[in-house]
C-alpha cells in the first residue's frame, strides 16, 4: 500500500516539519519548482509551500510570477529562489537584473529538447546528492570525516519535487506537466500545485491518501491519462466504484467527491489523482 499526502506541502510550516520531515533521512524534504504560470493560490498557501520548501527554484518566466506577485522590493527580498535557470525567452530584463543584483544565479540552457521545468529539475538531481544543511553546518565546527561520511550515507530520500502553477495556462503545456509528472514519478514524489487543484500521479497497485479538508475538496477526480484503460476500485469517495473500467471514450471519475479525509484506490494502470484546493 503506497500512502501519499498530497496537500502536506501547504501546511503550516512547524506542523510540516513535526510531522513530516526527517533530518536523518531527507525524508519530507523537497524543492519547490515556479512555472511560468500565474501564481493565484491563496497567499498563505504560497507562503507555507514556499517556507516549506527545503529549495527555491524559478523555471523562467517563472521569476516574472514570483517577482509579480509580491508588491515592493521589501517583499521580494524576503522570497528570494535558490536558482533561475531556462532557455530565458520569457524572464523579463528587468526581473533579471533584480534578482542578479540579489546574488541569485541566473543561467541559461540553450537545450531545445528539454522544457524550462525539466531544466530545473536538474538542478533538484544534482542537489540530491549534496550535503544537507545541518550535515554542513557540522562541518564547520570540525565534525570528524567518518561522522560526516556516516550521516551523508543516512540521507536517502530524493528530494520531492512540488511544481507550482504547472496546469491552468496553455494546454499544451497542461499536459506536458501532468507528462513530467509521469516520468518524476518513477524516481521520486512529485505534485503539481495550481491554483484551484493539487495534482499527483498513482502507479499501478494500492494507494491510501491523506487528504486535508481543511485546504482542499470535496471535488476530486481520477483519471486514466496515458493509460489505454484503468481497472479502479475506491473507497472514500460520494461515488465509490468496484472493478471498474475507465479510459477515454467511455467512463472516467471526475466532479467526484470525498466523503472524508481517508481515500484508497487501487488501479492496474496509472492514473492522475486530483483534488482541488478550497477557495477560502
Known amino acids: 500500500m503506497h500512502s501519499w499526502q ?7 510550516p512547524q506542523e510540516y516539519r513535526q510531522k513530516h520531515v526527517s533530518e536523518t533521512t531527507g525524508q519530507g524534504k ?9 501564481i493565484l493560490i491563496q497567499r498563505h498557501l504560497f507562503e507555507n509551500v514556499w517556507n516549506n520548501a527545503t529549495y527555491k527554484f524559478c523555471a523562467d518566466g517563472g521569476a516574472n510570477r ?11 527580498a524576503k522570497y528570494l529562489p535558490d536558482y533561475i535557470r531556462g532557455d530565458l525567452d520569457s524572464l523579463r530584463d528587468s526581473v533579471k537584473e533584480y534578482y542578479v543584483s540579489k546574488n541569485v544565479p541566473v543561467e541559461r540552457v540553450d537545450d531545445v529538447v528539454t522544457t524550462d521545468f525539466m531544466k530545473c529539475v536538474e538542478l533538484v538531481r544534482v542537489r540530491d546528492q549534496q550535503l544537507d544543511p545541518a550535515i554542513s553546518s557540522t562541518i564547520s565546527t570540525g565534525s570528524p570525516k567518518q561522522l560526516i561520511q556516516e550521516q551523508q550515507e543516512r540521507l536517502t530520500t530524493p528530494l520531492g519535487i512540488v511544481a507550482l502553477g504547472g496546469t491552468g495556462g496553455r494546454f499544451d503545456q497542461s499536459m506536458s506537466s501532468i507528462h513530467y509528472l509521469y516520468i518524476l514519478n518513477q524516481e521520486r514524489q512529485a505534485t503539481l500545485i495550481s491554483d484551484e487543484s493539487v495534482i ?3 502507479e499501478t497497485g494500492k494507494h491510501e491518501i491523506t487528504c ?12 486514466p491519462v496515458g493509460s489505454s484503460e484503468a481497472m479502479l476500485t475506491t473507497t472514500g469517495l460520494k461515488w465509490d466504484v468496484e472493478n471498474w473500467k475507465s479510459s477515454f471514450g467511455t467512463q472516467i471519475s471526475t466532479s467526484n467527491a470525498l466523503t472524508g ?11 492522475v489523482w486530483t483534488t482541488e484546493l478550497k477557495s477560502g
Open 66 to 76: 514570483l517577482y509579480d506577485l509580491l508588491g515592493t522590493d521589501d517583499e521580494r
Open 200 to 202: 499527483i500521479v498513482l
Open 261 to 271: 479525509s481517508r481515500v484508497t484506490i487501487e488501479t492496474n494502470a496509472p492514473v
Open 212 to 223: 486535508n479538508l481543511d485546504i482542499e475538496g470535496p471535488t476530486c477526480g481520477i483519471i
Open 6 to 12: 498530497p496537500s502536506k506541502y501547504l501546511q503550516d
Open 30 to 38: 523537497f524543492a519547490l519548482i515556479v512555472l511560468n504560470q500565474p
